[in-house]
């Protein structure tokens, strides 16, 4: 039974591309939440989704950042024109029911680097 | 918004020892979470407190659920050297209807064998 699975592990990216971190959520799980860690700190909130839908998006950053959790596949975040600042470790966690994060479950991690 | 205020924030100690750490909010909270972070992995949930005043414990380590509903510590006893790594605090604040958690900022724990 394979956890919460993300990929790539670690993207380097120069200043001005898109990066795309990818989230497959544990099976039967159908709820999906993306944090940002900037290092040395804990993780902050970014989105919530549900399939197909955005739940709660009050994390995000209002520019170049999205995110997608279509009906098949994994749940996208997509971070366009790359900034420095967004150097970080970007975390999944996936949980089965709503209301329900503290029984999620997190992924390894994305670490992106800007240079 | 809601923080959390997490202390120490680094402690080196001795195998053997006992280790405490505790958050702090200005805020209510709903739900109390302890994680541990290893280097280049995701957290992995320790103890989960969803009563104020609960005590809970997991093998070595124990964790309360503070009665005013705005802390929480938590105790590893008789540490040993894979207790090594950082350790969040995490919250779901009681206007949350997602299930987003807000978390500390770390207590990064090394331990001398």
């Known amino acids: 039974n394979a956890g919460v699975m993300q990929n790539p592990r670690h993207l380097v990216r120069r200043r001005g591309q898109e990066a795309r971190l990818r989230c497959s959520p544990m099976?039967?799980?159908?709820?999906v939440y993306w944090y940002r860690q900037l290092p040395e700190e804990g993780l902050k909130f970014m989105v919530y989704?549900?399939?197909?839908?955005?739940?709660?998006e009050s994390g995000m950053p209002k520019e170049r950042f999205s995110a997608e959790f279509p009906k098949e596949g994994p749940s996208i975040l997509r971070i366009q024109q790359v900034v420095r600042g967004d150097s970080a470790a970007y975390f999944c966690?996936?949980?089965?029911?709503?209301?329900?994060?503290?029984?999620?479950?997190f992924g390894q991690g994305t670490r992106l680097t800007v240079v | 918004g809601q923080q959390l205020n997490q202390s120490p924030q680094s402690m080196f100690i001795q195998e053997g020892e006992d280790v405490s750490m505790n958050c702090t909010s200005s805020s209510i909270f709903n739900t109390w979470l302890w994680y541990k972070q290893d280097p280049g992995e995701g957290p992995v949930l320790l103890i989960a407190l969803y009563k104020a005043g609960e005590l809970t414990s997991n093998g070595r380590l124990t964790a309360q659920f503070g009665i005013t509903r705005k802390d929480s510590f938590l105790n590893i006893s008789a540490s040993i050297p894979s207790d090594v790594g950082i350790y969040f605090c995490?919250?779901?604040?009681?206007?949350?209807?997602?299930?987003?958690?807000?978390f500390g900022q770390g207590t990064t724990l090394q331990v001398k064998p």
């Open positions: 099976k039967g799980h159908s709820h």
């Open positions: 966690a996936s949980s089965p029911v709503e209301d329900s994060n503290t029984e999620a479950f």
């Open positions: 995490a919250g779901q604040g009681i206007a949350s209807n997602t299930g987003k958690l807000i």
């Open positions: 989704l549900q399939k197909e839908n955005i739940i709660d």
